[in-house]
Structures are given as C-alpha cells and as structure tokens.
C-alpha cells in the first residue's frame, strides 16, 4: 500500500512537471505572438501618425512658399496677399493666421476676413526673432515655437524668408494652434489604447522639448522621427497595458491549471493551444483580402534573406493600380476588391516561384526577386505588363493598368529599407509621367515629386480662372464642374448645383437650345474617337433667372472607365443681346 502511494505520487509528481512545462512553454509562445502582433501594430499606428503629423505641418510650409511667390511676383505689394489670404484661411482650417513681417511691421489676415496692420508681437519675441534671423540668413523654412501669444494661445509659427532682387525683404508666417492641430489624431491614438510623448526640437537645435505628453516617463516601445522645418520631431508611443499580463495570456494560465488537475484533458488542451497559435501566426503574416503574405511578413522575410545572402544581387518592386479610386467610384467597392484579388493572382503566377510578393496596403503591392541581377530584373517585371490585366465583376470583364519602380541590390540600397524606398521614388516617378509603365531608379529621381503629386489636376481644374464643366454623352451626367461655372450659375456650393440642373447637362442649357446644341454637337464631332466641337446657347442662372449667352468649345474623348466624356470650356459671349 506504502509502495503504490509513493508510485502514485510520483507519477503525479511526473505529470504535473511535464504538464506545467509543456504549459509553459505554449503559454511563452503565444506571449510572444501576441507581443510580436502588438508590437508591429503600434510600429504601423504610431509611422502612420507621424506621416500625418508631418503632413499638417507641411500645409504651413505650403502656404508662406505660396505666400512668398506672390510678394516676389508684386514686388512686395501686400493686396494680392491680403485678398489670397482669407482663401487659403478658408482652405487651411488648422491655420489661425497669416502675416507678411517686415522689420516690427505686420499684415496681419486672420479669419472672416479680419486684418490687422501694425507692429507684431513676434517682433518683441526673443525667441521668434532669433529663429527668424537663422531663417533669413540660411534661406530655409523653419518652425519655430511653441510661442505664447496673445490671440492663439501656445502656437508654432511657420516660417518663409521672402527675398527680392537677392536681398531680404520680409518673412511670410503662418501662425498655427497647437492646442487644436493634432488633436484629432491624438484621440485617435487613445481610442486605440496608447500612451504619446510628442517632441521637437527648437531650429538648428538638438535637445528634444516635449509638445504633449501622456505617457509620462515611462519608456516608449515605438519612436518615429522625422525632419521638418529645420527641427527634429519626435512621436513616442506606448501601449496603456504595456508590461502587464494580457487577458488571453491570464485565460491560459488558468487553462493550463485546470489541464494539469484535470489529466483527461491534457491532449485535448493542447492540441487547442497548438492550433490556437497557428491560426494567430497566419492572421499576421496574411493578408486577409488577397491571401498573400502580409507587410510585417514580407519585411520580416526580406530583412532574413538578405541576411544571409549579403551581397547577391537582387531586386525589389513597389506596384500599384492606376486609377484604383475610379474603379472603386464607378463600379463601387467590391469591384475594387476583385481588381486586387486579381492582380495579386497575377503577381503570385509570375514572380512567386522566383522571390516574394505581399500587399502593402490599399492599391500597392510589393514584390521581392531573389538572385536577381539588373537585366534579369527589368526582364522579369516586363512579364507582367506583357499580358493584358482584366478582372471580371458582375459577368463583364474590365481592363485596368498598373505602373511600377524599382530597384536592384546592393547596388542601390544595403537594405530592404532603402531598397524598398529607391522602388517607391520609382514608381512615383512613373505616376507624374503618365502610369501605365516601369522605371528603375535612378538618382535623379526624388520624392519631391510625391509631395507634387498633391497639386493634381482636380486642384488645377477646381480653381481654373474659365468655366469648365465634364460630362458623360451616353446619359448626359455632369461627372465635375468647377469654381467659375458654379458662380456664373449663382450657386454657392456643388451640391447647390447638382441640384439645381439635375446633375444633367440637359438642366444647365436653357430648354430651347438644347436640342440644336445636341444635333450641332454630334454633328461637329462625328464618329471618330476624338472629336471637337464649337456651340452657342443660353443658360439661365438659379437665383436672378438671368439668361446669359454662352460661347462652348467641347472636347470629345473615350476613356476607359466611363466611355465617351465631353471636356467643355464655356465663357459668355461679347454679345448678351441675342
């Protein structure tokens, strides 16, 4: 009886030790998949704010350069400035005011058209005034603050030396809230659970000031910098539970307890953790809508072979769909999803043998080709524009296009970050040229053509100084009018517009000229693919009922998204009378 109780007890003994290791070991592992997990999301979170950070901070940038163009091309008159400026206030909505300092002297425009001329408060500001001589003697942008004012509060004060005929005429500055400029942002980052340390340093300097501040001093598991304004910028962020036992990991522990007490269920409990941890591994290296590897995977495994293979050449590609938003607006989202379901099938038919392909996210996709030297390279990625791209929705197939850059290794970049990044200047550098084609990077390619990418040819449209208006001819759908159109039709908003002609270009012609201007335009056009075509008639405006005579020149192009659109310039006529 002794001798069973102690042959019992030890085999209880030997249970319990192999069942808390092995325990012990699953739960490690899934602690460490669940770090892994949360540790790239505050890594993506927390890049993807402080791109959008930089990217408010470079609307100040933007203005005082627009600001600065125009005192140069006046002169240094003022008016122009003063009449521009309640516009970009308007655009801007982050920006308290904009002023033009010369010596202690400012104009000052401030919303509601609001001006002030006079001597400034930065002028007695020992610290705007030390950056704003750095500024001028460097001929650089600069941001300068935070500064206490006395109508904004705590500010950063964006700063643009204007020079004419080579010497120092003024600065434009451009005076922004902080209190307000990132908050939405910042609340973003709370909803999702972090903790933030926003820091700058002041210009040409080195030590980091803290703007905001919620996490205190604890240690950050995330920094991203960038340089901006001839500071240093720095988001640190943490998560709120940081070092603290997640939930699921507090589950297991209590599983695994019951596993060891209860022998029966050993197995089962185990094999449950075993596939538990599968099906975690895969939801992050996964993309969930295409099924190819994921960003972090892809980073992670291009990172690991080049490792390894220092120096064999290689070559990276970023790619993306032209056009994607006209796809996604024309035939709504799941057709977008079927077009990124299809490129990523043929992504993974033509390059998956030879290297790695993942989503990057939206539109882009990345593709890695091992053993891979320059020639091979450009021979490869020309397999995909070698075949024509369809995806099928809704029983019809629709073409797309893609463009692509990039670059080889090692000898444009040591690492996949640089690698990757030389491919992403060469993409972009196919986009400003027209999509629909590849490049491989060269240095004289620059991401200064990303950032012009913004100033797109809706912003050129929108504001022209002529009416400009596109329609589709099949039915008549104004697809875009802009700014002068709406005001020569007395209606205050597009929505205003839409409304009042029926979104139909049959509503914006007066009812009796409608149908000459129709046959006299189809008559002028033809049947080619391109036609152009001169018209005259009235339209009648919405508030005052006036009827102005109009002068047409409409200009007839097959696109592929939406057949045949008009491009029409339109102007009144010298004679009103008719």
């Known amino acids: 009886m002794r001798k069973r109780f102690w042959i019992q007890l030890l085999v209880a003994l030997l249970v319990l030790a192999s069942s808390t290791l092995v325990i012990s070991i699953i739960i490690k592992k899934e602690w460490d998949s669940i770090n892994q997990r949360h540790q790239d999301q505050i890594q993506l979170n927390s890049r993807l704010a402080a791109g959008y950070f930089e990217k408010k901070l470079e609307i100040g940038q933007f203005v005082t350069e627009s600001i600065e163009s125009e005192a140069i091309s006046t002169g240094g008159d003022t008016n122009l400035f003063v009449k521009n400026a309640g516009h970009m206030l308007e655009k801007y909505s982050d920006i308290y005011s904009l002023l033009v300092l010369r010596g202690k002297q400012a104009v000052t425009v401030y919303r509601q058209g609001k001006i002030r001329r006079g001597r400034s408060e930065f002028a007695d500001n020992a610290l705007a005034q030390k950056a704003l001589e750095y500024c001028g003697r460097k001929h650089v942008n600069g941001i300068i603050g935070p500064l ?62 803290q703007l905001v501040s919620t996490l205190g001093k604890r240690p950050a598991q995330a920094s991203m910098t960038f340089k901006l304004g001839e500071c240093n910028w720095k988001l640190e962020t943490a998560r709120k539970d940081a070092g603290q036992i997640p939930r699921d990991i507090k589950a297991s522990i209590f599983l695994g307890t019951v596993t060891v007490i209860i022998n029966t269920l050993l197995s089962t409990l185990l094999v449950s953790y075993v596939e538990r941890g599968k099906i975690l591994v895969k939801l992050v290296n996964t993309d969930y809508l295409t099924g190819l590897m994921s960003r972090q995977a892809f980073d992670r495994n291009v990172s690991r072979y080049l490792d390894q293979h220092l120096g064999e050449p290689a070559a990276g590609a970023i790619i993306d769909v032209d056009d994607f938003k006209y796809i996604n607006d024309l035939y709504g989202h799941e057709a977008g999803d079927e077009a990124l379901r299809n490129l990523a099938g043929s992504l993974l038919r033509i390059f998956g043998k030879q290297g790695l392909v993942c989503r990057n996210g939206g539109d882009e996709f990345a593709v890695f080709l091992k053993k891979t030297d320059p020639p091979a390279a450009r021979a490869a990625f020309e397999k995909l524009f070698d075949q024509s791209l369809a995806f099928s929705y809704q029983g019809r197939s629709h073409p797309y296009t893609v463009s692509l850059g990039f670059a080889v290794y090692p000898d444009q970049g040591q690492s996949r970050e640089v690698l990757m990044n030389k491919a992403d200047v060469a993409l972009y550098d196919v986009k400003s040229a027209g999509k629909a084609a590849m490049a491989v990077y060269s240095p004289s390619m620059s991401k200064e053509g990303r950032a012009q990418l913004g100033f797109n040819l809706r912003d050129l449209a929108v ?47 007066a009812p009796e000229d409608y149908d000459q201007a129709v046959a006299s335009c189809n008559e002028q056009v033809g049947d080619g693919d391109e036609g152009l075509a001169q018209l005259d008639y009235h339209v009648i405006t919405k508030e005052t009922r006036k009827r102005i005579y109009m002068h047409a020149v409409a200009h007839m192009v097959k696109n592929p998204y939406f057949g045949e659109i008009y491009y029409v310039i339109i102007g009144p006529r010298p004679d009103q009378n008719k």
């Open 463 to 509: 504001n022209l100084p002529g009416a400009f208006f596109i329609y589709r001819h099949d039915d008549g759908k104004i697809l875009f009018a802009n700014k002068e159109l709406l005001r020569i039709m007395e209606c205050a908003s597009e929505e205003e517009f839409i409304e009042y002609v029926g979104r139909k270009v049959k509503g914006l012609i």
């Open 148 to 209: 206490s004012t006395s109508g904004a509060g705590q500010c950063l004060l964006v700063c643009r030396p204007i020079y004419i005929k080579g010497k120092l005429y003024a600065y434009a500055l451009a005076v922004i809230k902080q209190k307000y400029l990132f908050a939405r942002t910042f609340k973003e980052l709370t909803k999702l659970g972090y903790r933030y340390r926003f820091s700058k340093t002041r210009i040409a300097g080195k030590k980091y000031n």
